[in-house]
């Protein structure tokens, strides 16, 4: 596993922005399937946004049009920019990197949308 640290302003009121940031802290070699998933408390973590590593980029219906990941310029970091958030857009936030040898996941963003 290659450890992967989140940041980015964790309280926004609803209709605001903001961006989460995903950096891994060692060189993830190979293919890398780059991703961004959610959970609240008492259900399932769910996938937000996938980016392929051909460029390739899904997202959960809930946030399509308002959410963009992208890779950036920074090797190994992916990146959510959210906007037109929703109170029900609050959760812990994860990063997810994947590659055919490893999969690492971040410690979790909590993020709180507020009305």
């Known amino acids: 596993q290659v450890p992967l640290v989140e940041s980015g302003v964790g309280l926004v009121q609803a209709g605001g922005s903001l961006t989460l940031s995903c950096a891994a802290s060692?060189?993830?070699?190979?293919?890398?399937?780059r991703g961004w998933y959610r959970q609240v408390p008492g259900k399932q973590r769910v996938l937000v946004a996938r980016l392929v590593s051909d460029g390739t980029s899904s997202y959960a219906d809930s946030v399509k049009v308002r959410f963009t990941i992208s890779g950036g310029n920074v090797p190994s970091s992916v990146f959510l920019q959210m906007d037109s958030l929703k109170p029900e857009d609050t959760a812990v936030y994860y990063c997810n990197f994947m590659t055919l040898a490893i999969e690492s996941w971040g410690r979790g963003k909590q993020v709180t949308i507020f009305s």
């Open positions: 060692a060189v993830i070699f190979g293919p890398v399937t």
